[in-house]
């Protein structure tokens, strides 16, 4: 027994210290894409598989799931421009979004990539899988939705009523305190907080026409209770040709919160070829 210990120890150690990486603040690099400058993560082997987060987020939003993710694949984890430790650009909107994700494919000489979005990022992953097919292969957009139509009653007006201020900005769990940690353009954060905020009331994400064009093998994603009503997920399933759809019961928009053993599971089984 007094041989064990010190191996049980270590083995305890290790695998805490492993569940403790600060993803989002592990020593990424920065790779220059168009006029930006973006900020990314890499862990693994294997297919690239990008992950795009969602609004007033960063690469921590993955945080339970890049590790099993990372078994099973070469995972690039990005900041968005003007989000997490990536610096503001002049304007932003879930196309520019999409662009700026398929110049850093292209950056990265990537032959192909499969993509997970959530929220903000499965709304520019809907783009990005139409203007890219010969890059990207397989789509999993997570809470996604492509016109403002799909939001929950009353979600709408009340983004339009923010104001730009302390207060208001630290919503969604503290936004301000963490843009401000890890953003190069804190002094600025009232920008980055405009822009999002129009950008989340701007009615077209993505048209239908184009949804249908989408050719890609698509797995759409959702709580039971997402931001996202269900009449509009239904509405994307039916629209994208061929997509698969999941709704996990009695789970909110945050899909990694607590069910995040499970969403990595039915990724996993959806991306790895058959």
Same mark, same amino acid.
């Not at 993560?41 to 297919?47: D, K, N, V």
């Not at 196309?95 to 000489?109: G, S, V």
């Given at each position: 027994?007094? @041989?064990?210990?010190?191996?049980? /120890?270590?083995?305890?150690?290790?695998?805490?210290?492993?569940?403790?990486?600060?993803?989002?603040?592990?020593?990424?690099?920065?790779?220059?894409?168009?006029?930006?400058?973006?900020?990314?993560?890499?862990?693994?082997?294997?297919?690239?598989?990008?992950?795009?987060?969602?609004?007033?987020?960063?690469?921590?939003?993955? #945080?339970?799931?890049?590790?099993?993710?990372?078994?099973?694949?070469? @995972?690039?984890?990005?900041?968005?421009? !003007?989000? !997490?430790?990536?610096?503001?650009?002049?304007?932003?909107?879930?196309?520019?979004?999409?662009?700026?994700?398929?110049?850093?494919?292209?950056?990265?000489?990537?032959?192909?990539?499969?993509?997970?979005?959530?929220?903000?990022? !499965?709304?520019? *992953?809907?783009?990005?899988?139409?203007? +890219?097919?010969?890059?990207?292969?397989?789509?999993?957009?997570?809470?996604?939705?492509?016109?403002?139509?799909?939001? +929950? *009653?009353?979600?709408?007006?009340?983004? #339009?009523?923010?104001?730009?201020?302390?207060?208001?900005?630290?919503?969604?769990?503290?936004?301000?305190?963490?843009?401000? #940690? /890890?953003?190069?353009?804190?002094?600025?954060?009232?920008?980055?907080?405009?822009?999002?905020?129009?950008?989340?009331?701007?009615?077209?994400?993505?048209?239908?026409?184009? /949804?249908?064009?989408?050719?890609? %093998?698509?797995?759409?994603?959702?709580?039971?209770?997402?931001?996202?009503?269900?009449?509009? @997920?239904?509405?994307?399933?039916?629209?994208?040709?061929?997509?698969?759809?999941?709704? /996990?019961?009695?789970?909110?928009?945050?899909?990694?919160? %607590? %069910?995040?053993?499970?969403?990595? #599971?039915?990724?996993?089984?959806?991306?790895?070829?058959?």
């Amino acid at each position: 027994m007094k @041989v064990l210990k010190p191996i049980l /120890l270590l083995l305890l150690f290790s695998a805490g210290s492993f569940a403790q990486i600060p993803y989002g603040s592990n020593n990424g690099k920065y790779l220059k894409v168009k006029n930006a400058s973006l900020y990314y993560e890499e862990y693994g082997q294997g297919q690239p598989l990008l992950l795009l987060h969602g609004g007033m987020g960063s690469i921590n939003n993955f #945080k339970k799931v890049i590790e099993p993710l990372s078994k099973q694949f070469k @995972v690039y984890a990005i900041d968005s421009p !003007g989000q !997490g430790r990536s610096p503001q650009v002049d304007s932003i909107s879930y196309k520019i979004f999409a662009d700026y994700y398929a110049a850093f494919i292209d950056e990265m000489k990537l032959d192909s990539a499969y993509v997970m979005g959530w929220s903000d990022g !499965g709304n520019s *992953a809907f783009i990005l899988a139409h203007d +890219r097919p010969d890059k990207v292969k397989k789509v999993v957009a997570i809470g996604a939705n492509s016109d403002t139509d799909g939001y +929950r *009653a009353g979600m709408l007006n009340w983004v #339009k009523s923010w104001k730009v201020d302390p207060v208001t900005a630290g919503i969604n769990n503290g936004w301000l305190a963490e843009f401000n #940690k /890890l953003s190069p353009n804190a002094k600025t954060w009232e920008k980055s907080f405009l822009q999002l905020k129009y950008m989340w009331i701007t009615k077209e994400v993505i048209s239908d026409k184009d /949804l249908a064009a989408i050719k890609n %093998k698509f797995l759409l994603l959702y709580g039971d209770k997402d931001l996202v009503t269900l009449e509009h @997920v239904f509405h994307l399933k039916n629209t994208i040709n061929g997509s698969q759809l999941c709704i /996990l019961p009695n789970t909110p928009h945050n899909v990694f919160d %607590k %069910k995040s053993e499970m969403v990595s #599971k039915i990724v996993i089984d959806f991306l790895k070829p058959q």
